[in-house]
């Protein structure tokens, strides 16, 4: 019975490995036909190789470390050297401890041998487990390059600590790993197999176990001397000091402990391996007692001493070229070395009318996309399966003009189907895709305070030259699951009033069908047996998995990070295409500050990568030719990456910075402005992103596009920018912003206030906002019928040589999630003004043109335009009278006297114009 028992579980063993060994090949299998049906199975094959040579090599370098190893321990049981000075006694008490033992007998045995074979596999497999993603260290060791930079300390070309050291420190760690396992499993089996002698033995004197273990142990003290040369190389990374990298401390004390435990660790590796023939025990004790000793104290009280009593008491003079370092090193990890640094002169003499304000003017940005979405949901949802996940920022010449708008694409999204239309049929085979999207002007607004809509409605309609030739979304952001097309049952295409219109996918990037095997196959790796089941999937039928566009690049180039928002754009051939921005980065750049918890302080825009919509066809374009890591994977995958000029030009003119770099580079900046080490020393001039308010809570600014005409320049140009206030005060010292358009593309400018000027910050707006009567009792009003206010982000808007702040104010009903773009605020010099429409705003500010609007002649109004007596009616005089009340209460609690001075003295005159009009009616 007993024997039956262990046949069958024996069977039911064999069968579980069997099926584990399967479902890996099963796959692999269906990974590598995912890979070839989208033209990269080259890549595919390169990562398997190299993973599979590296767990081969980690496994064999395992296995015989760990099988020698026990080979020697089993081949010296029972082994043991007399003691040629012991007594008499001493000779009897150890022939007594000859005497048979049932664990040497055991390990001596039959057993042993397959019993030390597990071991070995199980070490080797231990080792291998390590290798993972590491296959890519190696690789970028292979194809490394040159940055052309020498590091400051050791004169080594960055390319160095990029590329080599991650090498040696993994091939280190392995060694290590592996030495210092397989001698405590020697050790372990030694000590069971050890008798009295363990504890009353003579440890001064060598045995062959004792030798054994020697060997072991001089190889790992041998091998931690290299261990210390690669740590020395650590301290231009080090965090421990005034600035990231080597200071003074680091150098004259770290440093020289590195370099000294070094030379001691191999002197203790060289007595411990001619101690296996001197046989002096003691020796060993000394040598290792010492590098404990030495460790210690050099390498944790001496930089301690050296910190406090050395660098402390004259800290700036004796960092000073430390922080120089860190300035220098971290700009250029960053890519700040190269931004264009300019004055930006302020006047306020805003001649809002001037024909080269009118492109800044007409894309002013009054949506955000946060109550956008809302809207979008509410006005073009139109089924409850079709969602938009994202709202985004773009341009577009559209009738010939340079405009920027906002672009949301239609997916779909199965959870949202009814309960009982969530078949196999209508998630796997019917509802397939997503379709279209709609496009709006990010300035121009409808009745009711709706957004107008350039691109809108299932099919899609058109108000301008935009178009769309295919307009189904087969691949996007939410479209999670997989699905399988040309089936017999026909796709859902979109809704046509109460019928429903059906489409067969056109494109062939899916994966075959083919064969009843490969049915099988996807049928297990899916995890979905209907499929096999299903009579509507026959041969031609074609598997689209991996839909979600960011796991999707991800499995071609799983290396890359890459940005949080991908965005779709309509290419000049009607196709959509989503366009996502990746990323390479080290943290192994000397001397310059990290930005995430990873302590990666390097970072490019390496690389753009665009998905076609419909077929989900990747095209990865190198947009930085000199970055060193990105030429690595190029030289690593040479199928993949392409220049940048091969992009077509219709996605090329959509190529944006990303808000993730340049809020990296931002935040940077604002400590890295500081050039001078005196200044950066004492942290004089920190920088801070300024604070608003959006809806209703405070919080940091983030970056915006905008399109403007920069100083100096000819053409209006999509840009991204940031404005920067002091730590201690709120207004703004500055502005950086990244350049996009054509050959200046990721160009970086920062454009300082001058230091004597008084420039309001988002902060002092907001404030002045909140004290503003007029908007308080009109926000008031709104509270009390029922509605909650929205408001959106403040645009600080460069303008000639003024500064335009602008914010939109939605409304939304406490009943109802249709958020209403009510109001637009409005600010320049001291006036800030509310209005229903931009243009009233900017008229209330400007004073009103008679021939035209704000941005269309060359007529030049006056800042506050003069009004004769008996000239202008009575209200447009009160509302003016109004206004510089208002603003004179806002510099009164500002403490801005001067400003409170002239609006009063403005008031006066006003009052006058108005007594005297009165008169004339």
């Given at each position: 019975?007993?024997q039956?028992?262990n046949?069958?579980?024996?069977?039911?063993?064999?069968?579980?490995?069997?099926?584990?060994?399967?479902?890996?090949?099963?796959?692999?299998?269906?990974?590598?036909?995912?890979?070839?049906?989208v033209?990269?199975?080259?890549v595919f094959?390169?990562?398997?190789?190299?993973k599979i040579?590296?767990?081969?090599?980690?496994?064999?370098?395992?296995?015989?470390l760990?099988?020698?190893n026990?080979?020697i321990?089993?081949k010296?049981?029972?082994?043991?050297e007399?003691?040629?000075?012991?007594?008499e006694?001493?000779?009897?008490?150890?022939l007594?401890?000859?005497?048979?033992?049932?664990w040497?007998?055991?390990?001596?045995?039959?057993?042993?041998?397959?019993?030390?074979?597990?071991?070995?596999?199980?070490?080797?497999?231990?080792?291998?487990?390590?290798?993972?993603?590491?296959?890519?260290v190696?690789?970028?060791y292979?194809?490394?390059?040159?940055?052309?930079t020498?590091d400051?300390?050791?004169?080594k070309?960055?390319?160095?600590?990029?590329?080599?050291?991650?090498?040696?420190?993994?091939i280190?760690?392995?060694?290590m790993?592996?030495?210092?396992?397989?001698?405590?499993t020697?050790?372990?089996?030694?000590?069971?197999?050890?008798?009295?002698?363990l504890?009353?033995?003579?440890?001064?004197?060598?045995?062959?176990?004792?030798?054994h273990i020697?060997?072991?142990?001089a190889?790992?003290?041998?091998?931690?001397?290299?261990?210390?040369?690669?740590?020395s190389?650590?301290i231009l990374?080090?965090?421990?000091?005034?600035?990231?990298?080597?200071t003074?401390?680091?150098?004259?004390?770290?440093?020289?402990?590195?370099?000294?435990?070094?030379?001691?660790?191999?002197?203790?590796a060289v007595?411990?391996?001619i101690?296996?023939?001197?046989?002096?025990?003691?020796?060993?004790?000394?040598s290792?007692?010492?590098?404990?000793?030495?460790?210690?104290?050099?390498g944790?009280?001496?930089?301690?001493?050296?910190?406090?009593?050395?660098?402390?008491?004259?800290e700036f003079?004796?960092?000073?070229?430390y922080?120089?370092?860190?300035?220098?090193?971290?700009?250029?990890?960053?890519?700040?070395?190269?931004a264009?640094i300019?004055q930006?002169?302020?006047?306020n003499?805003?001649?809002?009318?001037?024909?080269?304000h009118?492109?800044?003017?007409?894309?002013?940005?009054?949506w955000?996309?946060?109550?956008?979405?809302?809207?979008?949901?509410?006005?073009?949802?139109?089924?409850?399966?079709?969602?938009f996940?994202?709202?985004?920022?773009?341009?577009?010449?559209?009738?010939?003009?340079?405009?920027q708008?906002?672009?949301?694409?239609?997916?779909?999204?199965?959870?949202?189907?009814p309960?009982?239309?969530?078949?196999?049929i209508?998630?796997?085979?019917?509802?397939?895709?997503g379709?279209?999207?709609?496009?709006?002007?990010?300035?121009?607004?409808?009745?009711e305070?709706?957004p107008?809509?350039?691109?809108?409605?299932?099919?899609?309609?058109?108000?301008?030259?935009?178009?769309m030739?295919?307009?189904?979304?087969?691949?996007?952001?939410v479209?999670?699951?997989?699905?399988?097309?040309?089936?017999?049952?026909?796709?859902?295409?979109?809704p046509?009033?109460?019928?429903?219109?059906?489409?067969?996918?056109?494109?062939?990037?899916?994966?075959?069908?083919?064969?009843?095997?490969?049915?099988?196959?996807?049928?297990?790796v899916?995890?979905?047996?209907?499929?096999?089941l299903?009579?509507?999937?026959?041969n031609?039928?074609?598997?689209?998995?991996?839909?979600?566009?960011v796991?999707?690049?991800?499995?071609?180039?799983?290396y890359?990070?890459?940005?949080?928002?991908?965005?779709?754009v309509?290419?000049?051939?009607?196709?959509?295409?989503?366009?996502?921005?990746a990323?390479?980065?080290?943290?192994?750049y000397?001397?310059?500050?990290?930005?995430?918890?990873?302590?990666?302080?390097?970072?490019r825009?390496?690389?753009?990568?665009?998905?076609?919509?419909?077929?989900?066809?990747?095209m990865?374009?190198?947009?930085?030719?000199n970055?060193?890591?990105?030429?690595?994977?190029?030289?690593?995958?040479?199928?993949?990456y392409?220049?940048?000029?091969q992009?077509?030009?219709g996605?090329?003119s959509?190529?944006?910075?990303p808000v993730?770099?340049?809020?990296?580079?931002?935040n940077t900046?604002r400590?890295?402005?500081?050039?001078?080490?005196?200044?950066?020393y004492?942290?004089?001039?920190?920088w801070?992103?300024p604070?608003?308010?959006v809806?209703?809570?405070?919080?940091?600014?983030?970056?915006?596009?905008?399109i403007?005409?920069?100083?100096g320049?000819e053409e209006?140009?999509y840009?991204?920018?940031?404005?920067?206030t002091?730590?201690?005060?709120?207004?703004?010292?500055?502005?950086m912003?990244?350049?996009?358009?054509?050959d200046?593309?990721?160009?970086?400018?920062?454009?300082?206030?001058?230091?004597?000027?008084?420039?309001y910050?988002?902060?002092?707006?907001?404030?002045r906002?909140?004290?503003?009567?007029v908007?308080?009792q009109?926000l008031?009003?709104?509270?009390?019928?029922?509605?909650?206010?929205?408001?959106?982000?403040?645009l600080?808007?460069?303008?000639?040589?003024?500064?335009?702040?602008?914010e939109?104010?939605?409304?939304?009903a406490?009943?109802?999630k249709?958020?209403?773009l009510?109001?637009?605020?409005?600010?320049?010099?001291?006036?800030t003004?509310?209005?229903?429409?931009?243009?009233?705003?900017?008229?209330?500010?400007?004073?009103?043109?008679?021939?035209?609007?704000?941005g269309?002649?060359?007529?030049?109004?006056?800042?506050?335009?003069?009004?004769?007596?008996g000239?202008?009616s009575?209200?447009e005089?009160?509302?003016?009278?109004?206004?510089?009340?208002?603003?004179?209460?806002e510099?009164?609690?500002?403490?801005?006297?001067n400003a409170?001075?002239?609006n009063?003295?403005?008031?006066?005159?006003?009052?006058?114009?108005?007594?005297a009009?009165?008169?004339?009616?």
């Open positions: 019975m007993e039956r028992m046949g069958s579980t024996i069977r039911l063993i064999i069968f579980i490995i069997i099926l584990g060994v399967l479902s890996l090949f099963t796959g692999l299998y269906s990974e590598w036909l995912w890979f070839e049906s033209n990269y199975g080259s094959t390169t990562i398997m190789l190299n040579a590296l767990y081969a090599a980690l496994f064999t370098f395992g296995f015989l760990f099988y020698i026990l080979q321990t089993r010296n049981m029972g082994i043991r007399k003691d040629e000075t012991a007594d006694v001493r000779e009897v008490i150890y007594d401890q000859e005497r048979p033992s049932p040497r007998d055991f390990m001596q045995g039959a057993y042993a041998k397959w019993i030390f074979l597990g071991i070995s596999l199980f070490g080797g497999l231990i080792l291998s487990s390590v290798a993972g993603d590491f296959w890519i190696i690789q970028q292979i194809n490394r390059v040159s940055v052309g020498l400051p300390v050791f004169a070309d960055l390319g160095f600590y990029f590329f080599n050291l991650n090498f040696y420190q993994f280190y760690s392995t060694v790993t592996g030495l210092i396992l397989v001698t405590i020697v050790g372990v089996i030694y000590a069971l197999n050890a008798s009295s002698d504890l009353f033995g003579n440890w001064r004197q060598f045995t062959v176990a004792k030798s020697a060997i072991l142990v190889l790992i003290f041998g091998l931690k001397a290299w261990g210390y040369v690669l740590s190389y650590g990374f080090s965090p421990e000091g005034i600035v990231f990298g080597a003074y401390t680091d150098m004259y004390a770290r440093l020289l402990s590195y370099r000294v435990l070094m030379v001691i660790s191999i002197i203790v007595l411990i391996f101690n296996i023939f001197v046989k002096k025990f003691n020796l060993v004790l000394i290792i007692g010492v590098w404990i000793l030495v460790a210690i104290v050099l944790g009280v001496y930089p301690t001493v050296i910190q406090s009593f050395i660098v402390q008491p004259n003079n004796k960092e000073r070229p922080i120089e370092r860190a300035i220098e090193y971290t700009r250029a990890a960053y890519g700040l070395n190269n264009e300019q930006f002169d302020v006047d003499q805003l001649d809002i009318y001037d024909p080269d009118k492109s800044t003017i007409d894309n002013i940005r009054l955000d996309w946060q109550p956008l979405m809302t809207t979008y949901k509410n006005l073009q949802q139109l089924r409850p399966y079709y969602v996940d994202d709202v985004d920022v773009d341009r577009y010449v559209i009738d010939g003009n340079y405009r708008v906002m672009v949301s694409a239609r997916e779909i999204d199965q959870a949202e189907l309960e009982q239309a969530k078949t196999w209508n998630q796997r085979l019917m509802y397939t895709h379709y279209g999207l709609v496009v709006s002007p990010v300035t121009e607004v409808a009745e305070g709706f107008e809509f350039f691109v809108k409605d299932i099919p899609p309609r058109f108000s301008t030259d935009l178009t030739e295919r307009p189904e979304i087969y691949f996007g952001e479209t999670n699951n997989y699905v399988i097309v040309n089936t017999l049952q026909k796709e859902f295409d979109y046509m009033g109460e019928q429903n219109v059906y489409a067969t996918y056109e494109g062939d990037n899916g994966i075959k069908v083919k064969s009843i095997f490969r049915k099988l196959a996807f049928s297990w899916l995890k979905d047996y209907k499929m096999m299903s009579n509507q999937v026959t031609d039928s074609q598997i689209l998995m991996n839909r979600n566009i796991d999707r690049v991800k499995m071609v180039a799983p890359l990070g890459y940005d949080s928002d991908p965005y779709i309509i290419n000049d051939d009607g196709k959509l295409y989503w366009i996502m921005d990323y390479t980065y080290t943290n192994k000397p001397y310059s500050e990290p930005f995430d918890s990873a302590r990666n302080n390097y970072i825009n390496s690389v753009k990568v665009t998905i076609d919509a419909y077929t989900g066809d990747m990865f374009y190198i947009a930085d030719e970055d060193p890591i990105i030429k690595t994977y190029a030289a690593i995958f040479p199928n993949i392409k220049p940048i000029s992009m077509p030009e996605l090329k959509h190529v944006r910075y993730d770099m340049f809020m990296i580079q931002a900046y400590t890295f402005h500081m050039s001078d080490p005196y200044v950066f004492n942290k004089e001039d920190p801070l992103i604070m608003e308010v809806e209703d809570k405070s919080q940091a600014m983030e970056p915006y596009y905008i403007m005409r920069l100083p320049e209006a140009e840009i991204l920018m940031m404005p920067f002091p730590k201690s005060r709120p207004n703004m010292v500055g502005w912003c990244a350049r996009m358009d054509g200046n593309y990721g160009k970086l400018l920062v454009y300082n206030f001058p230091k004597q000027e008084t420039i910050g988002p902060e002092q707006i907001e404030s906002i909140n004290q503003n009567t908007i308080a009109q008031s009003l709104w509270d009390q019928r029922g509605s909650r206010v929205y408001r959106g982000n403040l600080v808007i460069p303008m000639g040589k003024s500064i335009l702040y602008v939109p104010m939605y409304l939304q406490d009943s109802s249709l958020p209403e009510k109001r637009v605020i409005a600010g320049f010099g001291n006036k003004v509310m209005e229903p429409t931009l243009e009233e705003a900017l008229v209330a500010l400007f004073g009103k043109d008679s021939e035209a609007e704000p269309d002649t060359d007529q030049i109004p006056d800042d506050t335009p003069n009004v004769s007596p000239s202008g009575v209200s005089l009160a509302r003016q009278a109004r206004q510089y009340y208002d603003q004179a209460q510099s009164l609690v500002a403490g801005d006297w409170y001075g002239n009063l003295e403005k008031l006066k005159e006003t009052l006058a114009q108005l007594e009009t009165a008169g004339v009616e």
